[in-house]
């Protein structure tokens, strides 16, 4: 069926550590896998998304990568901060309609 | 503008009540969605609207019944809620509607910040 995996579901870092989250998905069909990033009481806003004709993708802090053979993806937040304390939701299309992860509480710790 | 508006932001409503929440995009965008979310939980798809035809119905309880009135807005109606339906609703839009092997239009799903539904 249309599945994502996420893991950890929590992650507790030191301020400048880097941050690791991987998600698995079950359609080799998928192309397009966003990530989204929730903090507490607001909206769920992108902060990167990939698509399947490529590799990877970097915006200065955060990075995704993605292995089409094995169907798993991802973010990688290097040099973290307080701020990236937030729930984050990976995310991939299957069968029309964009399937979300469990979601990983992240914890950056000063 | 490449906001979503919903309104209200928080509701509480009876189980008798009959209510409406409201979403608002003015970016162009041809597909809107209903999602609802439980706390700390992801974003459950109910309802997308592609064209302002209804396009995917996540065999949601017809108490919630969804309205694209035109392409720029997006209603929920509810009635005879349950407790357990207490919720955040998230409304978003992308770009273009999900096409048949997946695509979620050009990409990103922009979300509005939610209505806080709470049912006694």
């Known amino acids: 069926g249309e599945n994502v995996e996420q893991h950890p579901s929590t992650l507790s870092v030191q301020e400048g550590d880097s941050a690791v989250i991987k998600c698995t998905y079950s359609d080799s069909a998928s192309n397009y896998f966003p990530w989204y990033k929730q903090e507490l009481g607001k909206r769920p806003q992108l902060i990167i998304d990939?698509?399947?004709?490529?590799g990877e993708k970097k915006d200065q802090r955060i990075a995704v990568t993605l292995n089409k053979t094995a169907k798993h993806f991802s973010l990688h937040i290097t040099e973290t901060q307080p701020e990236d304390s937030a729930v984050y939701f990976c995310?991939?299309?299957?069968?029309?309609?964009?399937?979300f992860g469990q979601g990983t509480e992240l914890s950056v710790k000063p | 503008d490449t906001e979503v508006t919903q309104t209200p932001k928080h509701l509480v409503m009876g189980m008798t009540n009959k209510k409406s929440l409201k979403c608002e995009q003015h970016m162009g965008h041809r597909a809107m969605y209903w999602y609802k979310q439980k706390a700390k939980k992801p974003p459950e798809l109910m309802f997308v609207?592609?064209?302002?035809?209804?396009?995917i119905n996540e065999s949601v309880p017809s108490r919630f019944s969804p309205e694209c009135p035109n392409s720029s807005l997006l209603n929920l109606h509810l009635h005879a809620l349950q407790p357990e339906d207490s919720a955040l609703y998230l409304c978003?839009?992308?770009?273009?509607?999900?096409?048949?092997?997946?695509?979620?239009?050009?990409?990103?799903?922009?979300f509005g910040e939610g209505s806080r539904l709470t049912v006694l």
């Open positions: 609207y592609s064209y302002e035809k209804l396009s």
């Open positions: 995310a991939a299309t299957m069968g029309g309609k964009l399937i």
């Open positions: 978003a839009s992308s770009q273009a509607p999900p096409g048949p092997r997946g695509v979620v239009g050009t990409g990103e799903l922009f």
């Open positions: 990939i698509r399947s004709n490529v």
